[in-house]
């Protein structure tokens, strides 16, 4: 879990935004493991689409309260993507939701993989 953490700050500090989400957590899994839904660099694109990228790579490793509270559990990196993908409020659910991605079958996706 702790590398899933590790590549999502790497992520957010390449994209230069100011914090680490649900967005860069979901991005993580996608580098790490495949998906048929939607792939890393699809997803990536989407980000930096929707959110866009600063000139200046932060100074800090901030959370957002979603994703903080996801570090603080002791969830599964199963259950933790499948908590993003279940809920609303979650930047990376209004991505893929935005772009029409099918959330219910990366979720079920997710959810087959033991």
Known sequence: MNELFTIAENEMLNLKQPYVGTEHFLLAYLKKYSSQI???????KYII???GTSYKESSYILYTPILR???????SIKESILSILSNQDSIAYNILLSKN????ALYNEINTIS
């Open 38 to 44: 939607i792939s890393y660099d699809t997803f990536k």
């Open 69 to 75: 509270e996801i570090k603080n559990s002791n969830k």
């Open 49 to 51: 689409e929707i959110i």
């Open 101 to 104: 991605i099918n959330i219910e």
